[in-house]
């Protein structure tokens, strides 16, 4: 089965510190993995995917196969990066199976 | 973002009547889906669309049915609306190409009283 796990709702860090929001999948073959944001009231928007191996604001996220994860990191984090965080993979069928979501809150 | 819009954006109606909610696209995109977001739940796939009439269920299809009849709209209805029903609907495409993504409408805030 495909699955998606995030282990914490809530994720609270003050300014400055360093970010760590966790994925972890279940999928068997080659996982196609991203992560999406939401900021409070928008859209869901994709922030980055795997295969692109990009930095979007200051974000990255490193796909682990022996872990099974894919988490996302930030060295330094700033208030405007307060979102919710949606960890998702591109299923067999080529739908997306998305994880509960992380709330990041980055205090001042 | 006026690729893909939603309609209506918020809307409070009584237990028991129908509601549909629309979705549109300016992009001609093949595949289009339903989800509704809650709470420790993130986001869950009601249905969705591969094409024009081809619609299959997804993960909470229960209480839900869909139509597409045109590429540009997919509509979600709600037969009898519950409580339970009460939540934030999302719509979104696949847009393909090198890279292949959802790109998701602005949401449909629904509240059955």
């Known amino acids: 089965a495909q699955r998606v796990t995030q282990p914490e709702k809530l994720l609270s860090v003050f300014k400055g510190a360093p970010v760590e929001l966790k994925c972890n999948y279940s999928?068997?073959?080659?996982?196609?993995l991203f992560w999406y944001v939401q900021y409070s009231r928008q859209r869901l928007q994709l922030l980055l995917r795997?295969?692109s191996r990009e930095s979007i604001k200051g974000f990255t996220a490193d796909l682990n196969k022996g872990e099974t994860s894919f988490h996302l990191k930030k060295p330094f984090a700033q208030e405007e990066d307060s979102a919710m965080y949606y960890c998702?993979?591109?299923?067999?069928?080529?739908?997306?199976?998305f994880g509960p979501g992380t709330r990041l809150s980055v205090l001042p | 973002d006026a690729g893909i819009t939603q309609s209506p954006r918020h809307k409070v109606t009584e237990t028991g009547t129908p509601v549909t909610l629309r979705c549109h696209q300016t992009e001609n995109h093949r595949y289009m889906y339903w989800y509704r977001q809650d709470p420790g739940h993130g986001l869950r796939l009601i249905h969705y669309s591969y094409g024009v009439k081809d619609t299959d269920k997804g993960e909470v299809s229960d209480g839900y049915s869909v139509s597409r009849s045109k590429t540009e709209d997919f509509l979600l209805t709600l037969e009898s609306a519950t409580s339970s029903q009460t939540s934030v609907y999302f719509c979104?495409?696949?847009?393909?190409?090198?890279?292949?993504?959802?790109?998701f409408g602005p949401g449909t805030r629904l509240t059955v009283t």
């Open positions: 998702a993979l591109k299923s067999h069928g080529q739908n997306f199976v």
């Open positions: 999928y068997s073959g080659s996982p196609e």
């Open positions: 979104a495409i696949r847009r393909t190409g090198e890279l292949t993504e959802q790109y």
């Open positions: 795997h295969i």
